[in-house]
């Protein structure tokens, strides 16, 4: 690795360990550049030399100017005329989401191909051959197809070891970080309409929240803090009800990292007694969706008359599951309210038509003929406005306000996938081995990890961020006599100087 007299050097230390250093031979001396440290296992080895090639790559975009052969031969200035253009790179966007993935420690964990990868989801989701050339054009990084892949087959396997650097993050900046968790399941399609033949596979059809019913999928349970960064997760076959994702998912978590009493917040469709039970029994506090729909219709009026349709107001009452809470608003009942209406007007116009096999919530069919549903209309308009909680939290140590606060951060879990789906393209998946498909996924949570670290640090989305350093470019160009090569990098815009501040990067 040469460039303008430094190349550099592994030697030997007094310890045994092994120091990477770019060195310059001055007078048939060696002069010690820059020292990246000492290494004692080849993993560190790795990681030093790497730092070590950009180290140096990063002192070749900044040549002395006018540009020089030598700087013994400062006086010969070349000319420009025998310069031809070689290549253009994006190293700068290397170097800061390298320093990201960096800050989180998980370039200590990660084989350096795993952690390009990661780097790799976060600029330019792709495939993974195709992140194997796009590493190569933009950094000048080779990869073997081979052994990007038998990296992959052996990533999974470093799932909890991850998982807790992933507590260990989330804890760093908050202590409080872990007293209160959500939880919430979505699902991850395949490009393919054939499922797992084999009952321990993972590809299955199932309940699909991609609207993609044909094609196998998985189903995924995430965990989350308050603020949406993901603290752990597990994988289930396709065809798991989502109800019974949260009790392993919880229970992981418990013995992984030793939280012995937390608040765990999860939407309705967790609610099962065998749920709340396995909670009780953990000695966890819960608050949990209800389906106030589902409630009988004493307790629908009791709710409804004592409310009064008073925006703000609350109501608890004990049940067996908890206490169920329950809160209207005025802005929930306008859009209840509409939405109402409009399915009573398709009701009206089905009833009319009287076409064969279609649809709708407020009719009921008896043989042939079709009616409006009068009792579900009258249910449904006294729950307008209308939403429900079970928590075992006492009142006394949390109140309505707070309770319903909690929950409505639920959303941060929501926003966590659609950023996992939309910016890191976590879905379709084209893997087909269970190993490579949760090799896939673990890939994408730490990608997710550096995410929002990014966001949370800058204020930015990561869209924004990859607009900014994708426009720093370095561009090489080469002399046509001497075969020297000269690398400049493109003036950095002021975002991109805000973003290396916030980042904490030196410049």
């Not at 052996?154 to 260990?168: G, M, P, S």
């Not at 765990?264 to 966890?284: H, P, Q, T, Y």
């Amino acid at each position: 690795m040469r460039d303008g007299g430094i190349r550099l050097r592994t030697t030997k230390t007094a310890s045994g360990a092994t120091a990477v250093q770019a060195v310059r031979y001055v007078q048939r001396k060696v002069v010690v550049v820059k020292h990246f440290g000492s290494a004692h296992t080849p993993h560190e080895l790795q990681i030093l030399i790497r730092d070590g090639d950009a180290w140096i790559a990063k002192q070749r975009t900044q040549p002395p100017l006018p540009l020089l052969s030598e700087p013994s031969l400062s006086s010969s200035v070349v000319d420009l005329d025998r310069l031809t253009f070689s290549d253009t790179r994006h190293l700068f966007a290397y170097e800061v989401l390298m320093h990201a993935v960096k800050s989180l420690r998980f370039a200590h964990l990660l084989d350096p191909v795993l952690a390009d990868l990661v780097v790799m989801r976060l600029l330019e989701p792709s495939s993974k051959l195709r992140a194997i050339a796009l590493m190569r054009r933009h950094f000048g990084i080779v990869h073997g197809r081979r052994t990007v892949y038998e990296k992959l087959g052996r990533f999974a396997t470093h799932k909890d070891v991850l998982e807790r650097q992933l507590v260990a993050c989330a804890v760093q900046g908050d202590a409080l970080a872990l007293s209160i968790v959500f939880y919430d399941v979505t699902t991850l399609y395949f490009e393919s309409f054939h499922e797992d033949e084999e009952e321990t596979g993972l590809r299955k059809t199932g309940f699909s929240k991609d609207n993609k019913p044909q094609q196998p999928q998985v189903v995924i349970g995430l965990l989350v803090t308050a603020q949406g960064f993901p603290l752990g997760y597990d994988i289930f076959k396709g065809s798991t009800f989502e109800g019974h994702t949260m009790l392993p998912v919880i229970e992981k978590f418990q013995e992984t990292h030793h939280v012995e009493t937390c608040t765990v917040v999860a939407d309705a469709g967790m609610l099962s007694f065998e749920n709340i039970e396995m909670l009780r029994k953990k000695k966890l506090s819960y608050i949990v969706g209800a389906r106030v729909a589902n409630l009988s219709p004493g307790l629908i009026e009791q709710v409804s008359t004592t409310l009064n349709r008073s925006d703000g107001a609350t109501v608890r009452m004990e049940t067996k599951h908890g206490d169920l809470l329950c809160s209207f608003s005025k802005e929930r009942f306008r859009k209840d309210k509409h939405d109402m209406e409009k399915q009573i007007a398709r009701a009206k116009k089905l009833v009319t038509s009287r076409e064969p096999g279609r649809r709708a919530k407020f009719v009921q069919t008896k043989g042939t003929s079709y009616m409006l549903h009068a009792k579900l209309i009258t249910k449904t308009e006294k729950l307008l406005g209308i939403k429900g909680y079970v928590t075992n939290i006492p009142q006394a140590v949390m109140n309505d306000r707070e309770v319903i606060t909690h929950y409505r951060n639920l959303w941060h879990v929501e926003q966590t996938f659609r950023m996992a789906k939309s910016d890191l393209e976590m879905r379709p998946i084209f893997h087909r081995t269970d190993d490579a498909i949760r090799a896939h996924v673990l890939l994408c949570v730490v990608a997710l990890a550096v995410q929002k670290h990014c966001e949370k640090m800058t204020g930015w989305t990561l869209r924004s961020m990859r607009d900014v350093i994708m426009s720093v470019t370095d561009i090489t160009l080469t002399d046509t006599v001497t075969g020297r090569t000269f690398t400049k990098r493109s003036a950095l815009p002021a975002e991109a100087e805000s973003l290396m501040a916030k980042l904490g990067m030196p410049y």
